[in-house]
C-alpha cells in the first residue's frame, strides 16, 4: 500500500467538455514570472499540493536581492483589478508567497509562509474593485460569525487574519487539503465507496445544519467548496486498476462569498448551475431548502462520479430534473416569474418542443431515473440512499428535510447501529 501527500498535477479534465475549467486545471505560470493569471470564474479554491514550510534559501530564489522582510516593488493592478506578484515576495513582513493555488472573478488564492505563526497558510487576495471589497467585507463578517459558534473548528475553514494591503482585501486562512471534486478529478472520476460517502454526507450535513442554526444559507453547495483537511491518501487496488482513498475523511466548507442571512429577501440567482434549486430557476424566492437541494445533488456525484445535471441551459436542465425525479408541480410551473415563464406552455414543462437542439434532447433521455442511477453505482445501503437523495431532492422546498432531519435518516443511523453492535 502506497502512501503520497500530494496531487500530481498531469490528469486533464475527463468530464464533458461543457463543464468549464476551473482555477487549478490552469496550467502554473514558471515561477520566475509575476503570478498572475486572469480570474475564472470558480469558488473559493485552497487546494494545495505541497506541505511544509519552504526555506527561505529556496524563497530567496525567486526574490534575490530583497531583504528577508522587505516590501515588493510597487506595481499597478492588472486591467481586471488583480493584484500582480511573484513568487517569493512578501505580502506585508509577515507573509512569503510561496505558490499560487487558485483564482476566480473574486480574486485570487496564494499559499504562503506565516512568519508570525510558523505554518503555511492561504490567502484569499481580492480584486480592487469596489463590489468585491464590499463582498469580502461581508465575508469576513460570516467568517467571523461561523468562528465564533464553531468551538472545535470541525465545520468551516477558520479565519486566521485580514488586512487590507495596498488596496487589496486579504483574507488569511489555514490551510486545507483539496476539495472533494479536485479529489474525484485526480482519481479519474471513480466514485467515492458507499461508506465514504456516507461519512461524507454527514459532515457535511452537520456543517448545513450548524449555519441554518445561525440563520445563515451558504447558497454555494458544490464540491468544489468542501474540502478535505488533508492531502493525504493511500492507493489501493480495485481490479486491474488502482484508485485513490483519503488517509482522512474530515471534510470543511470554504467560501462564504455569496452566504447569506435567512431574513434578508432572496429573489435573485445564486449556486452555480449544476446544483442550483428548481425555485431558484423558475424565480419562485428561496431560503434555507436551496442548500439540501445542493446537498442532494453533491451526494449523488460522489457515489456515481459525474455530476448529476451536465447542463448550462435553464429549460434543459428543468427538463434533466423531470427526467430523473418525474414532473414537476403544476403549481410551481404556475407560479414562474417573468424570466421563466417561458419554459412553460399550458401548464406544464414546455419540452421537448422548447430545445435548443436535437444533441439536448438526446442529453435529457439518456439520463436514467434516480433509483436507477444509484443502484448502477451502490452494492450495499442503496434503499437507505435512494429514500434519503428523494427527501432532499423534493421539488416543493417546503416538502425537503431538513438538515437535522436529514441526518436522523436511517441511511445515516442505521450503519451507525451496525458498528456500535
Request: charged fraction near 25%; proline fraction near 5%.
Amino acid at each position: 500500500m502506497e502512501c503520497l501527500t500530494e496531487f500530481p498535477h498531469t490528469h486533464m479534465d475527463r468530464r464533458p467538455s461543457k463543464r468549464p475549467r476551473l482555477g487549478w486545471d490552469v496550467a502554473q505560470p514558471p515561477k520566475a514570472q509575476i503570478g498572475m493569471l486572469c480570474g475564472q470564474e470558480v469558488g473559493d479554491v485552497t487546494s494545495l499540493v505541497s506541505s511544509g514550510a519552504p526555506s527561505d534559501h529556496a524563497c530567496s530564489l525567486y526574490s534575490k536581492g530583497l531583504a528577508r522582510n522587505a516590501s515588493p516593488p510597487w506595481r499597478e493592478d492588472d486591467k481586471d483589478g488583480h493584484y500582480m506578484f511573484a513568487l517569493g515576495e512578501n505580502l506585508t513582513s509577515r507573509y512569503k508567497i510561496y505558490s499560487k493555488m487558485g483564482e476566480g472573478t473574486f480574486g485570487q488564492v496564494l499559499e504562503c509562509w506565516d512568519r508570525e505563526r510558523k505554518e503555511m497558510v492561504a490567502i484569499k487576495i481580492v480584486r480592487a474593485i469596489r463590489k468585491y471589497r464590499e463582498a469580502a467585507m461581508i465575508e469576513i463578517d460570516v467568517l467571523q460569525q461561523l468562528g465564533k459558534h464553531d468551538r472545535s473548528g470541525n465545520r468551516c475553514v477558520q479565519i486566521r487574519n485580514w488586512f487590507d494591503y495596498r488596496n487589496h482585501i486579504c483574507i488569511v486562512f489555514e490551510k486545507l487539503g483539496p476539495s472533494l471534486y479536485d479529489f474525484l478529478r485526480k482519481n479519474g472520476y471513480h466514485p467515492f465507496p458507499i461508506d465514504l460517502v456516507r461519512e461524507l454526507g454527514r459532515q457535511l450535513l452537520e456543517s448545513v445544519a450548524f449555519m441554518h442554526d445561525l440563520h445563515l444559507i451558504h447558497t454555494d453547495l458544490k464540491p468544489e467548496n468542501i474540502l478535505f483537511v488533508s492531502s493525504e491518501y493511500i492507493k489501493v487496488c480495485d481490479g486491474p486498476y488502482s484508485k485513490r482513498l483519503p488517509k482522512s475523511s474530515a471534510i470543511k466548507l470554504i467560501d462564504f462569498g455569496s452566504t447569506t442571512y435567512d431574513h434578508h429577501v432572496h429573489s435573485y440567482i445564486v449556486s452555480t448551475r449544476h446544483y442550483r434549486a428548481p425555485e431558484v430557476i423558475l424565480g419562485l424566492g428561496w431560503n434555507h431548502p436551496c442548500d439540501i437541494w445542493s446537498v442532494g445533488c453533491i451526494l449523488v456525484e460522489l457515489c456515481a462520479g459525474e455530476v448529476l445535471f451536465q447542463t448550462h441551459e435553464n429549460l434543459e436542465h428543468l427538463a434533466m430534473m423531470e427526467r430523473v425525479l418525474g414532473p414537476l408541480p403544476q403549481h410551481m410551473l404556475k407560479r414562474a416569474d417573468r424570466h421563466a415563464e417561458k419554459y412553460v406552455r399550458r401548464g406544464r414543462l414546455n419540452w421537448p418542443e422548447g430545445a435548443t437542439s436535437r444533441e439536448s434532447v438526446r442529453a435529457v433521455q439518456k439520463l436514467p431515473r434516480l433509483q436507477n442511477l444509484v443502484m448502477q453505482h451502490v452494492d450495499h445501503s442503496a434503499g437507505d440512499l435512494i429514500d434519503l437523495l428523494q427527501g432532499l431532492l423534493r421539488y416543493e422546498p417546503s416538502d425537503r428535510l431538513a438538515a437535522y432531519e436529514a441526518l436522523r435518516h436511517p441511511f445515516f443511523t442505521r450503519s451507525f447501529r451496525r458498528k456500535v453492535i
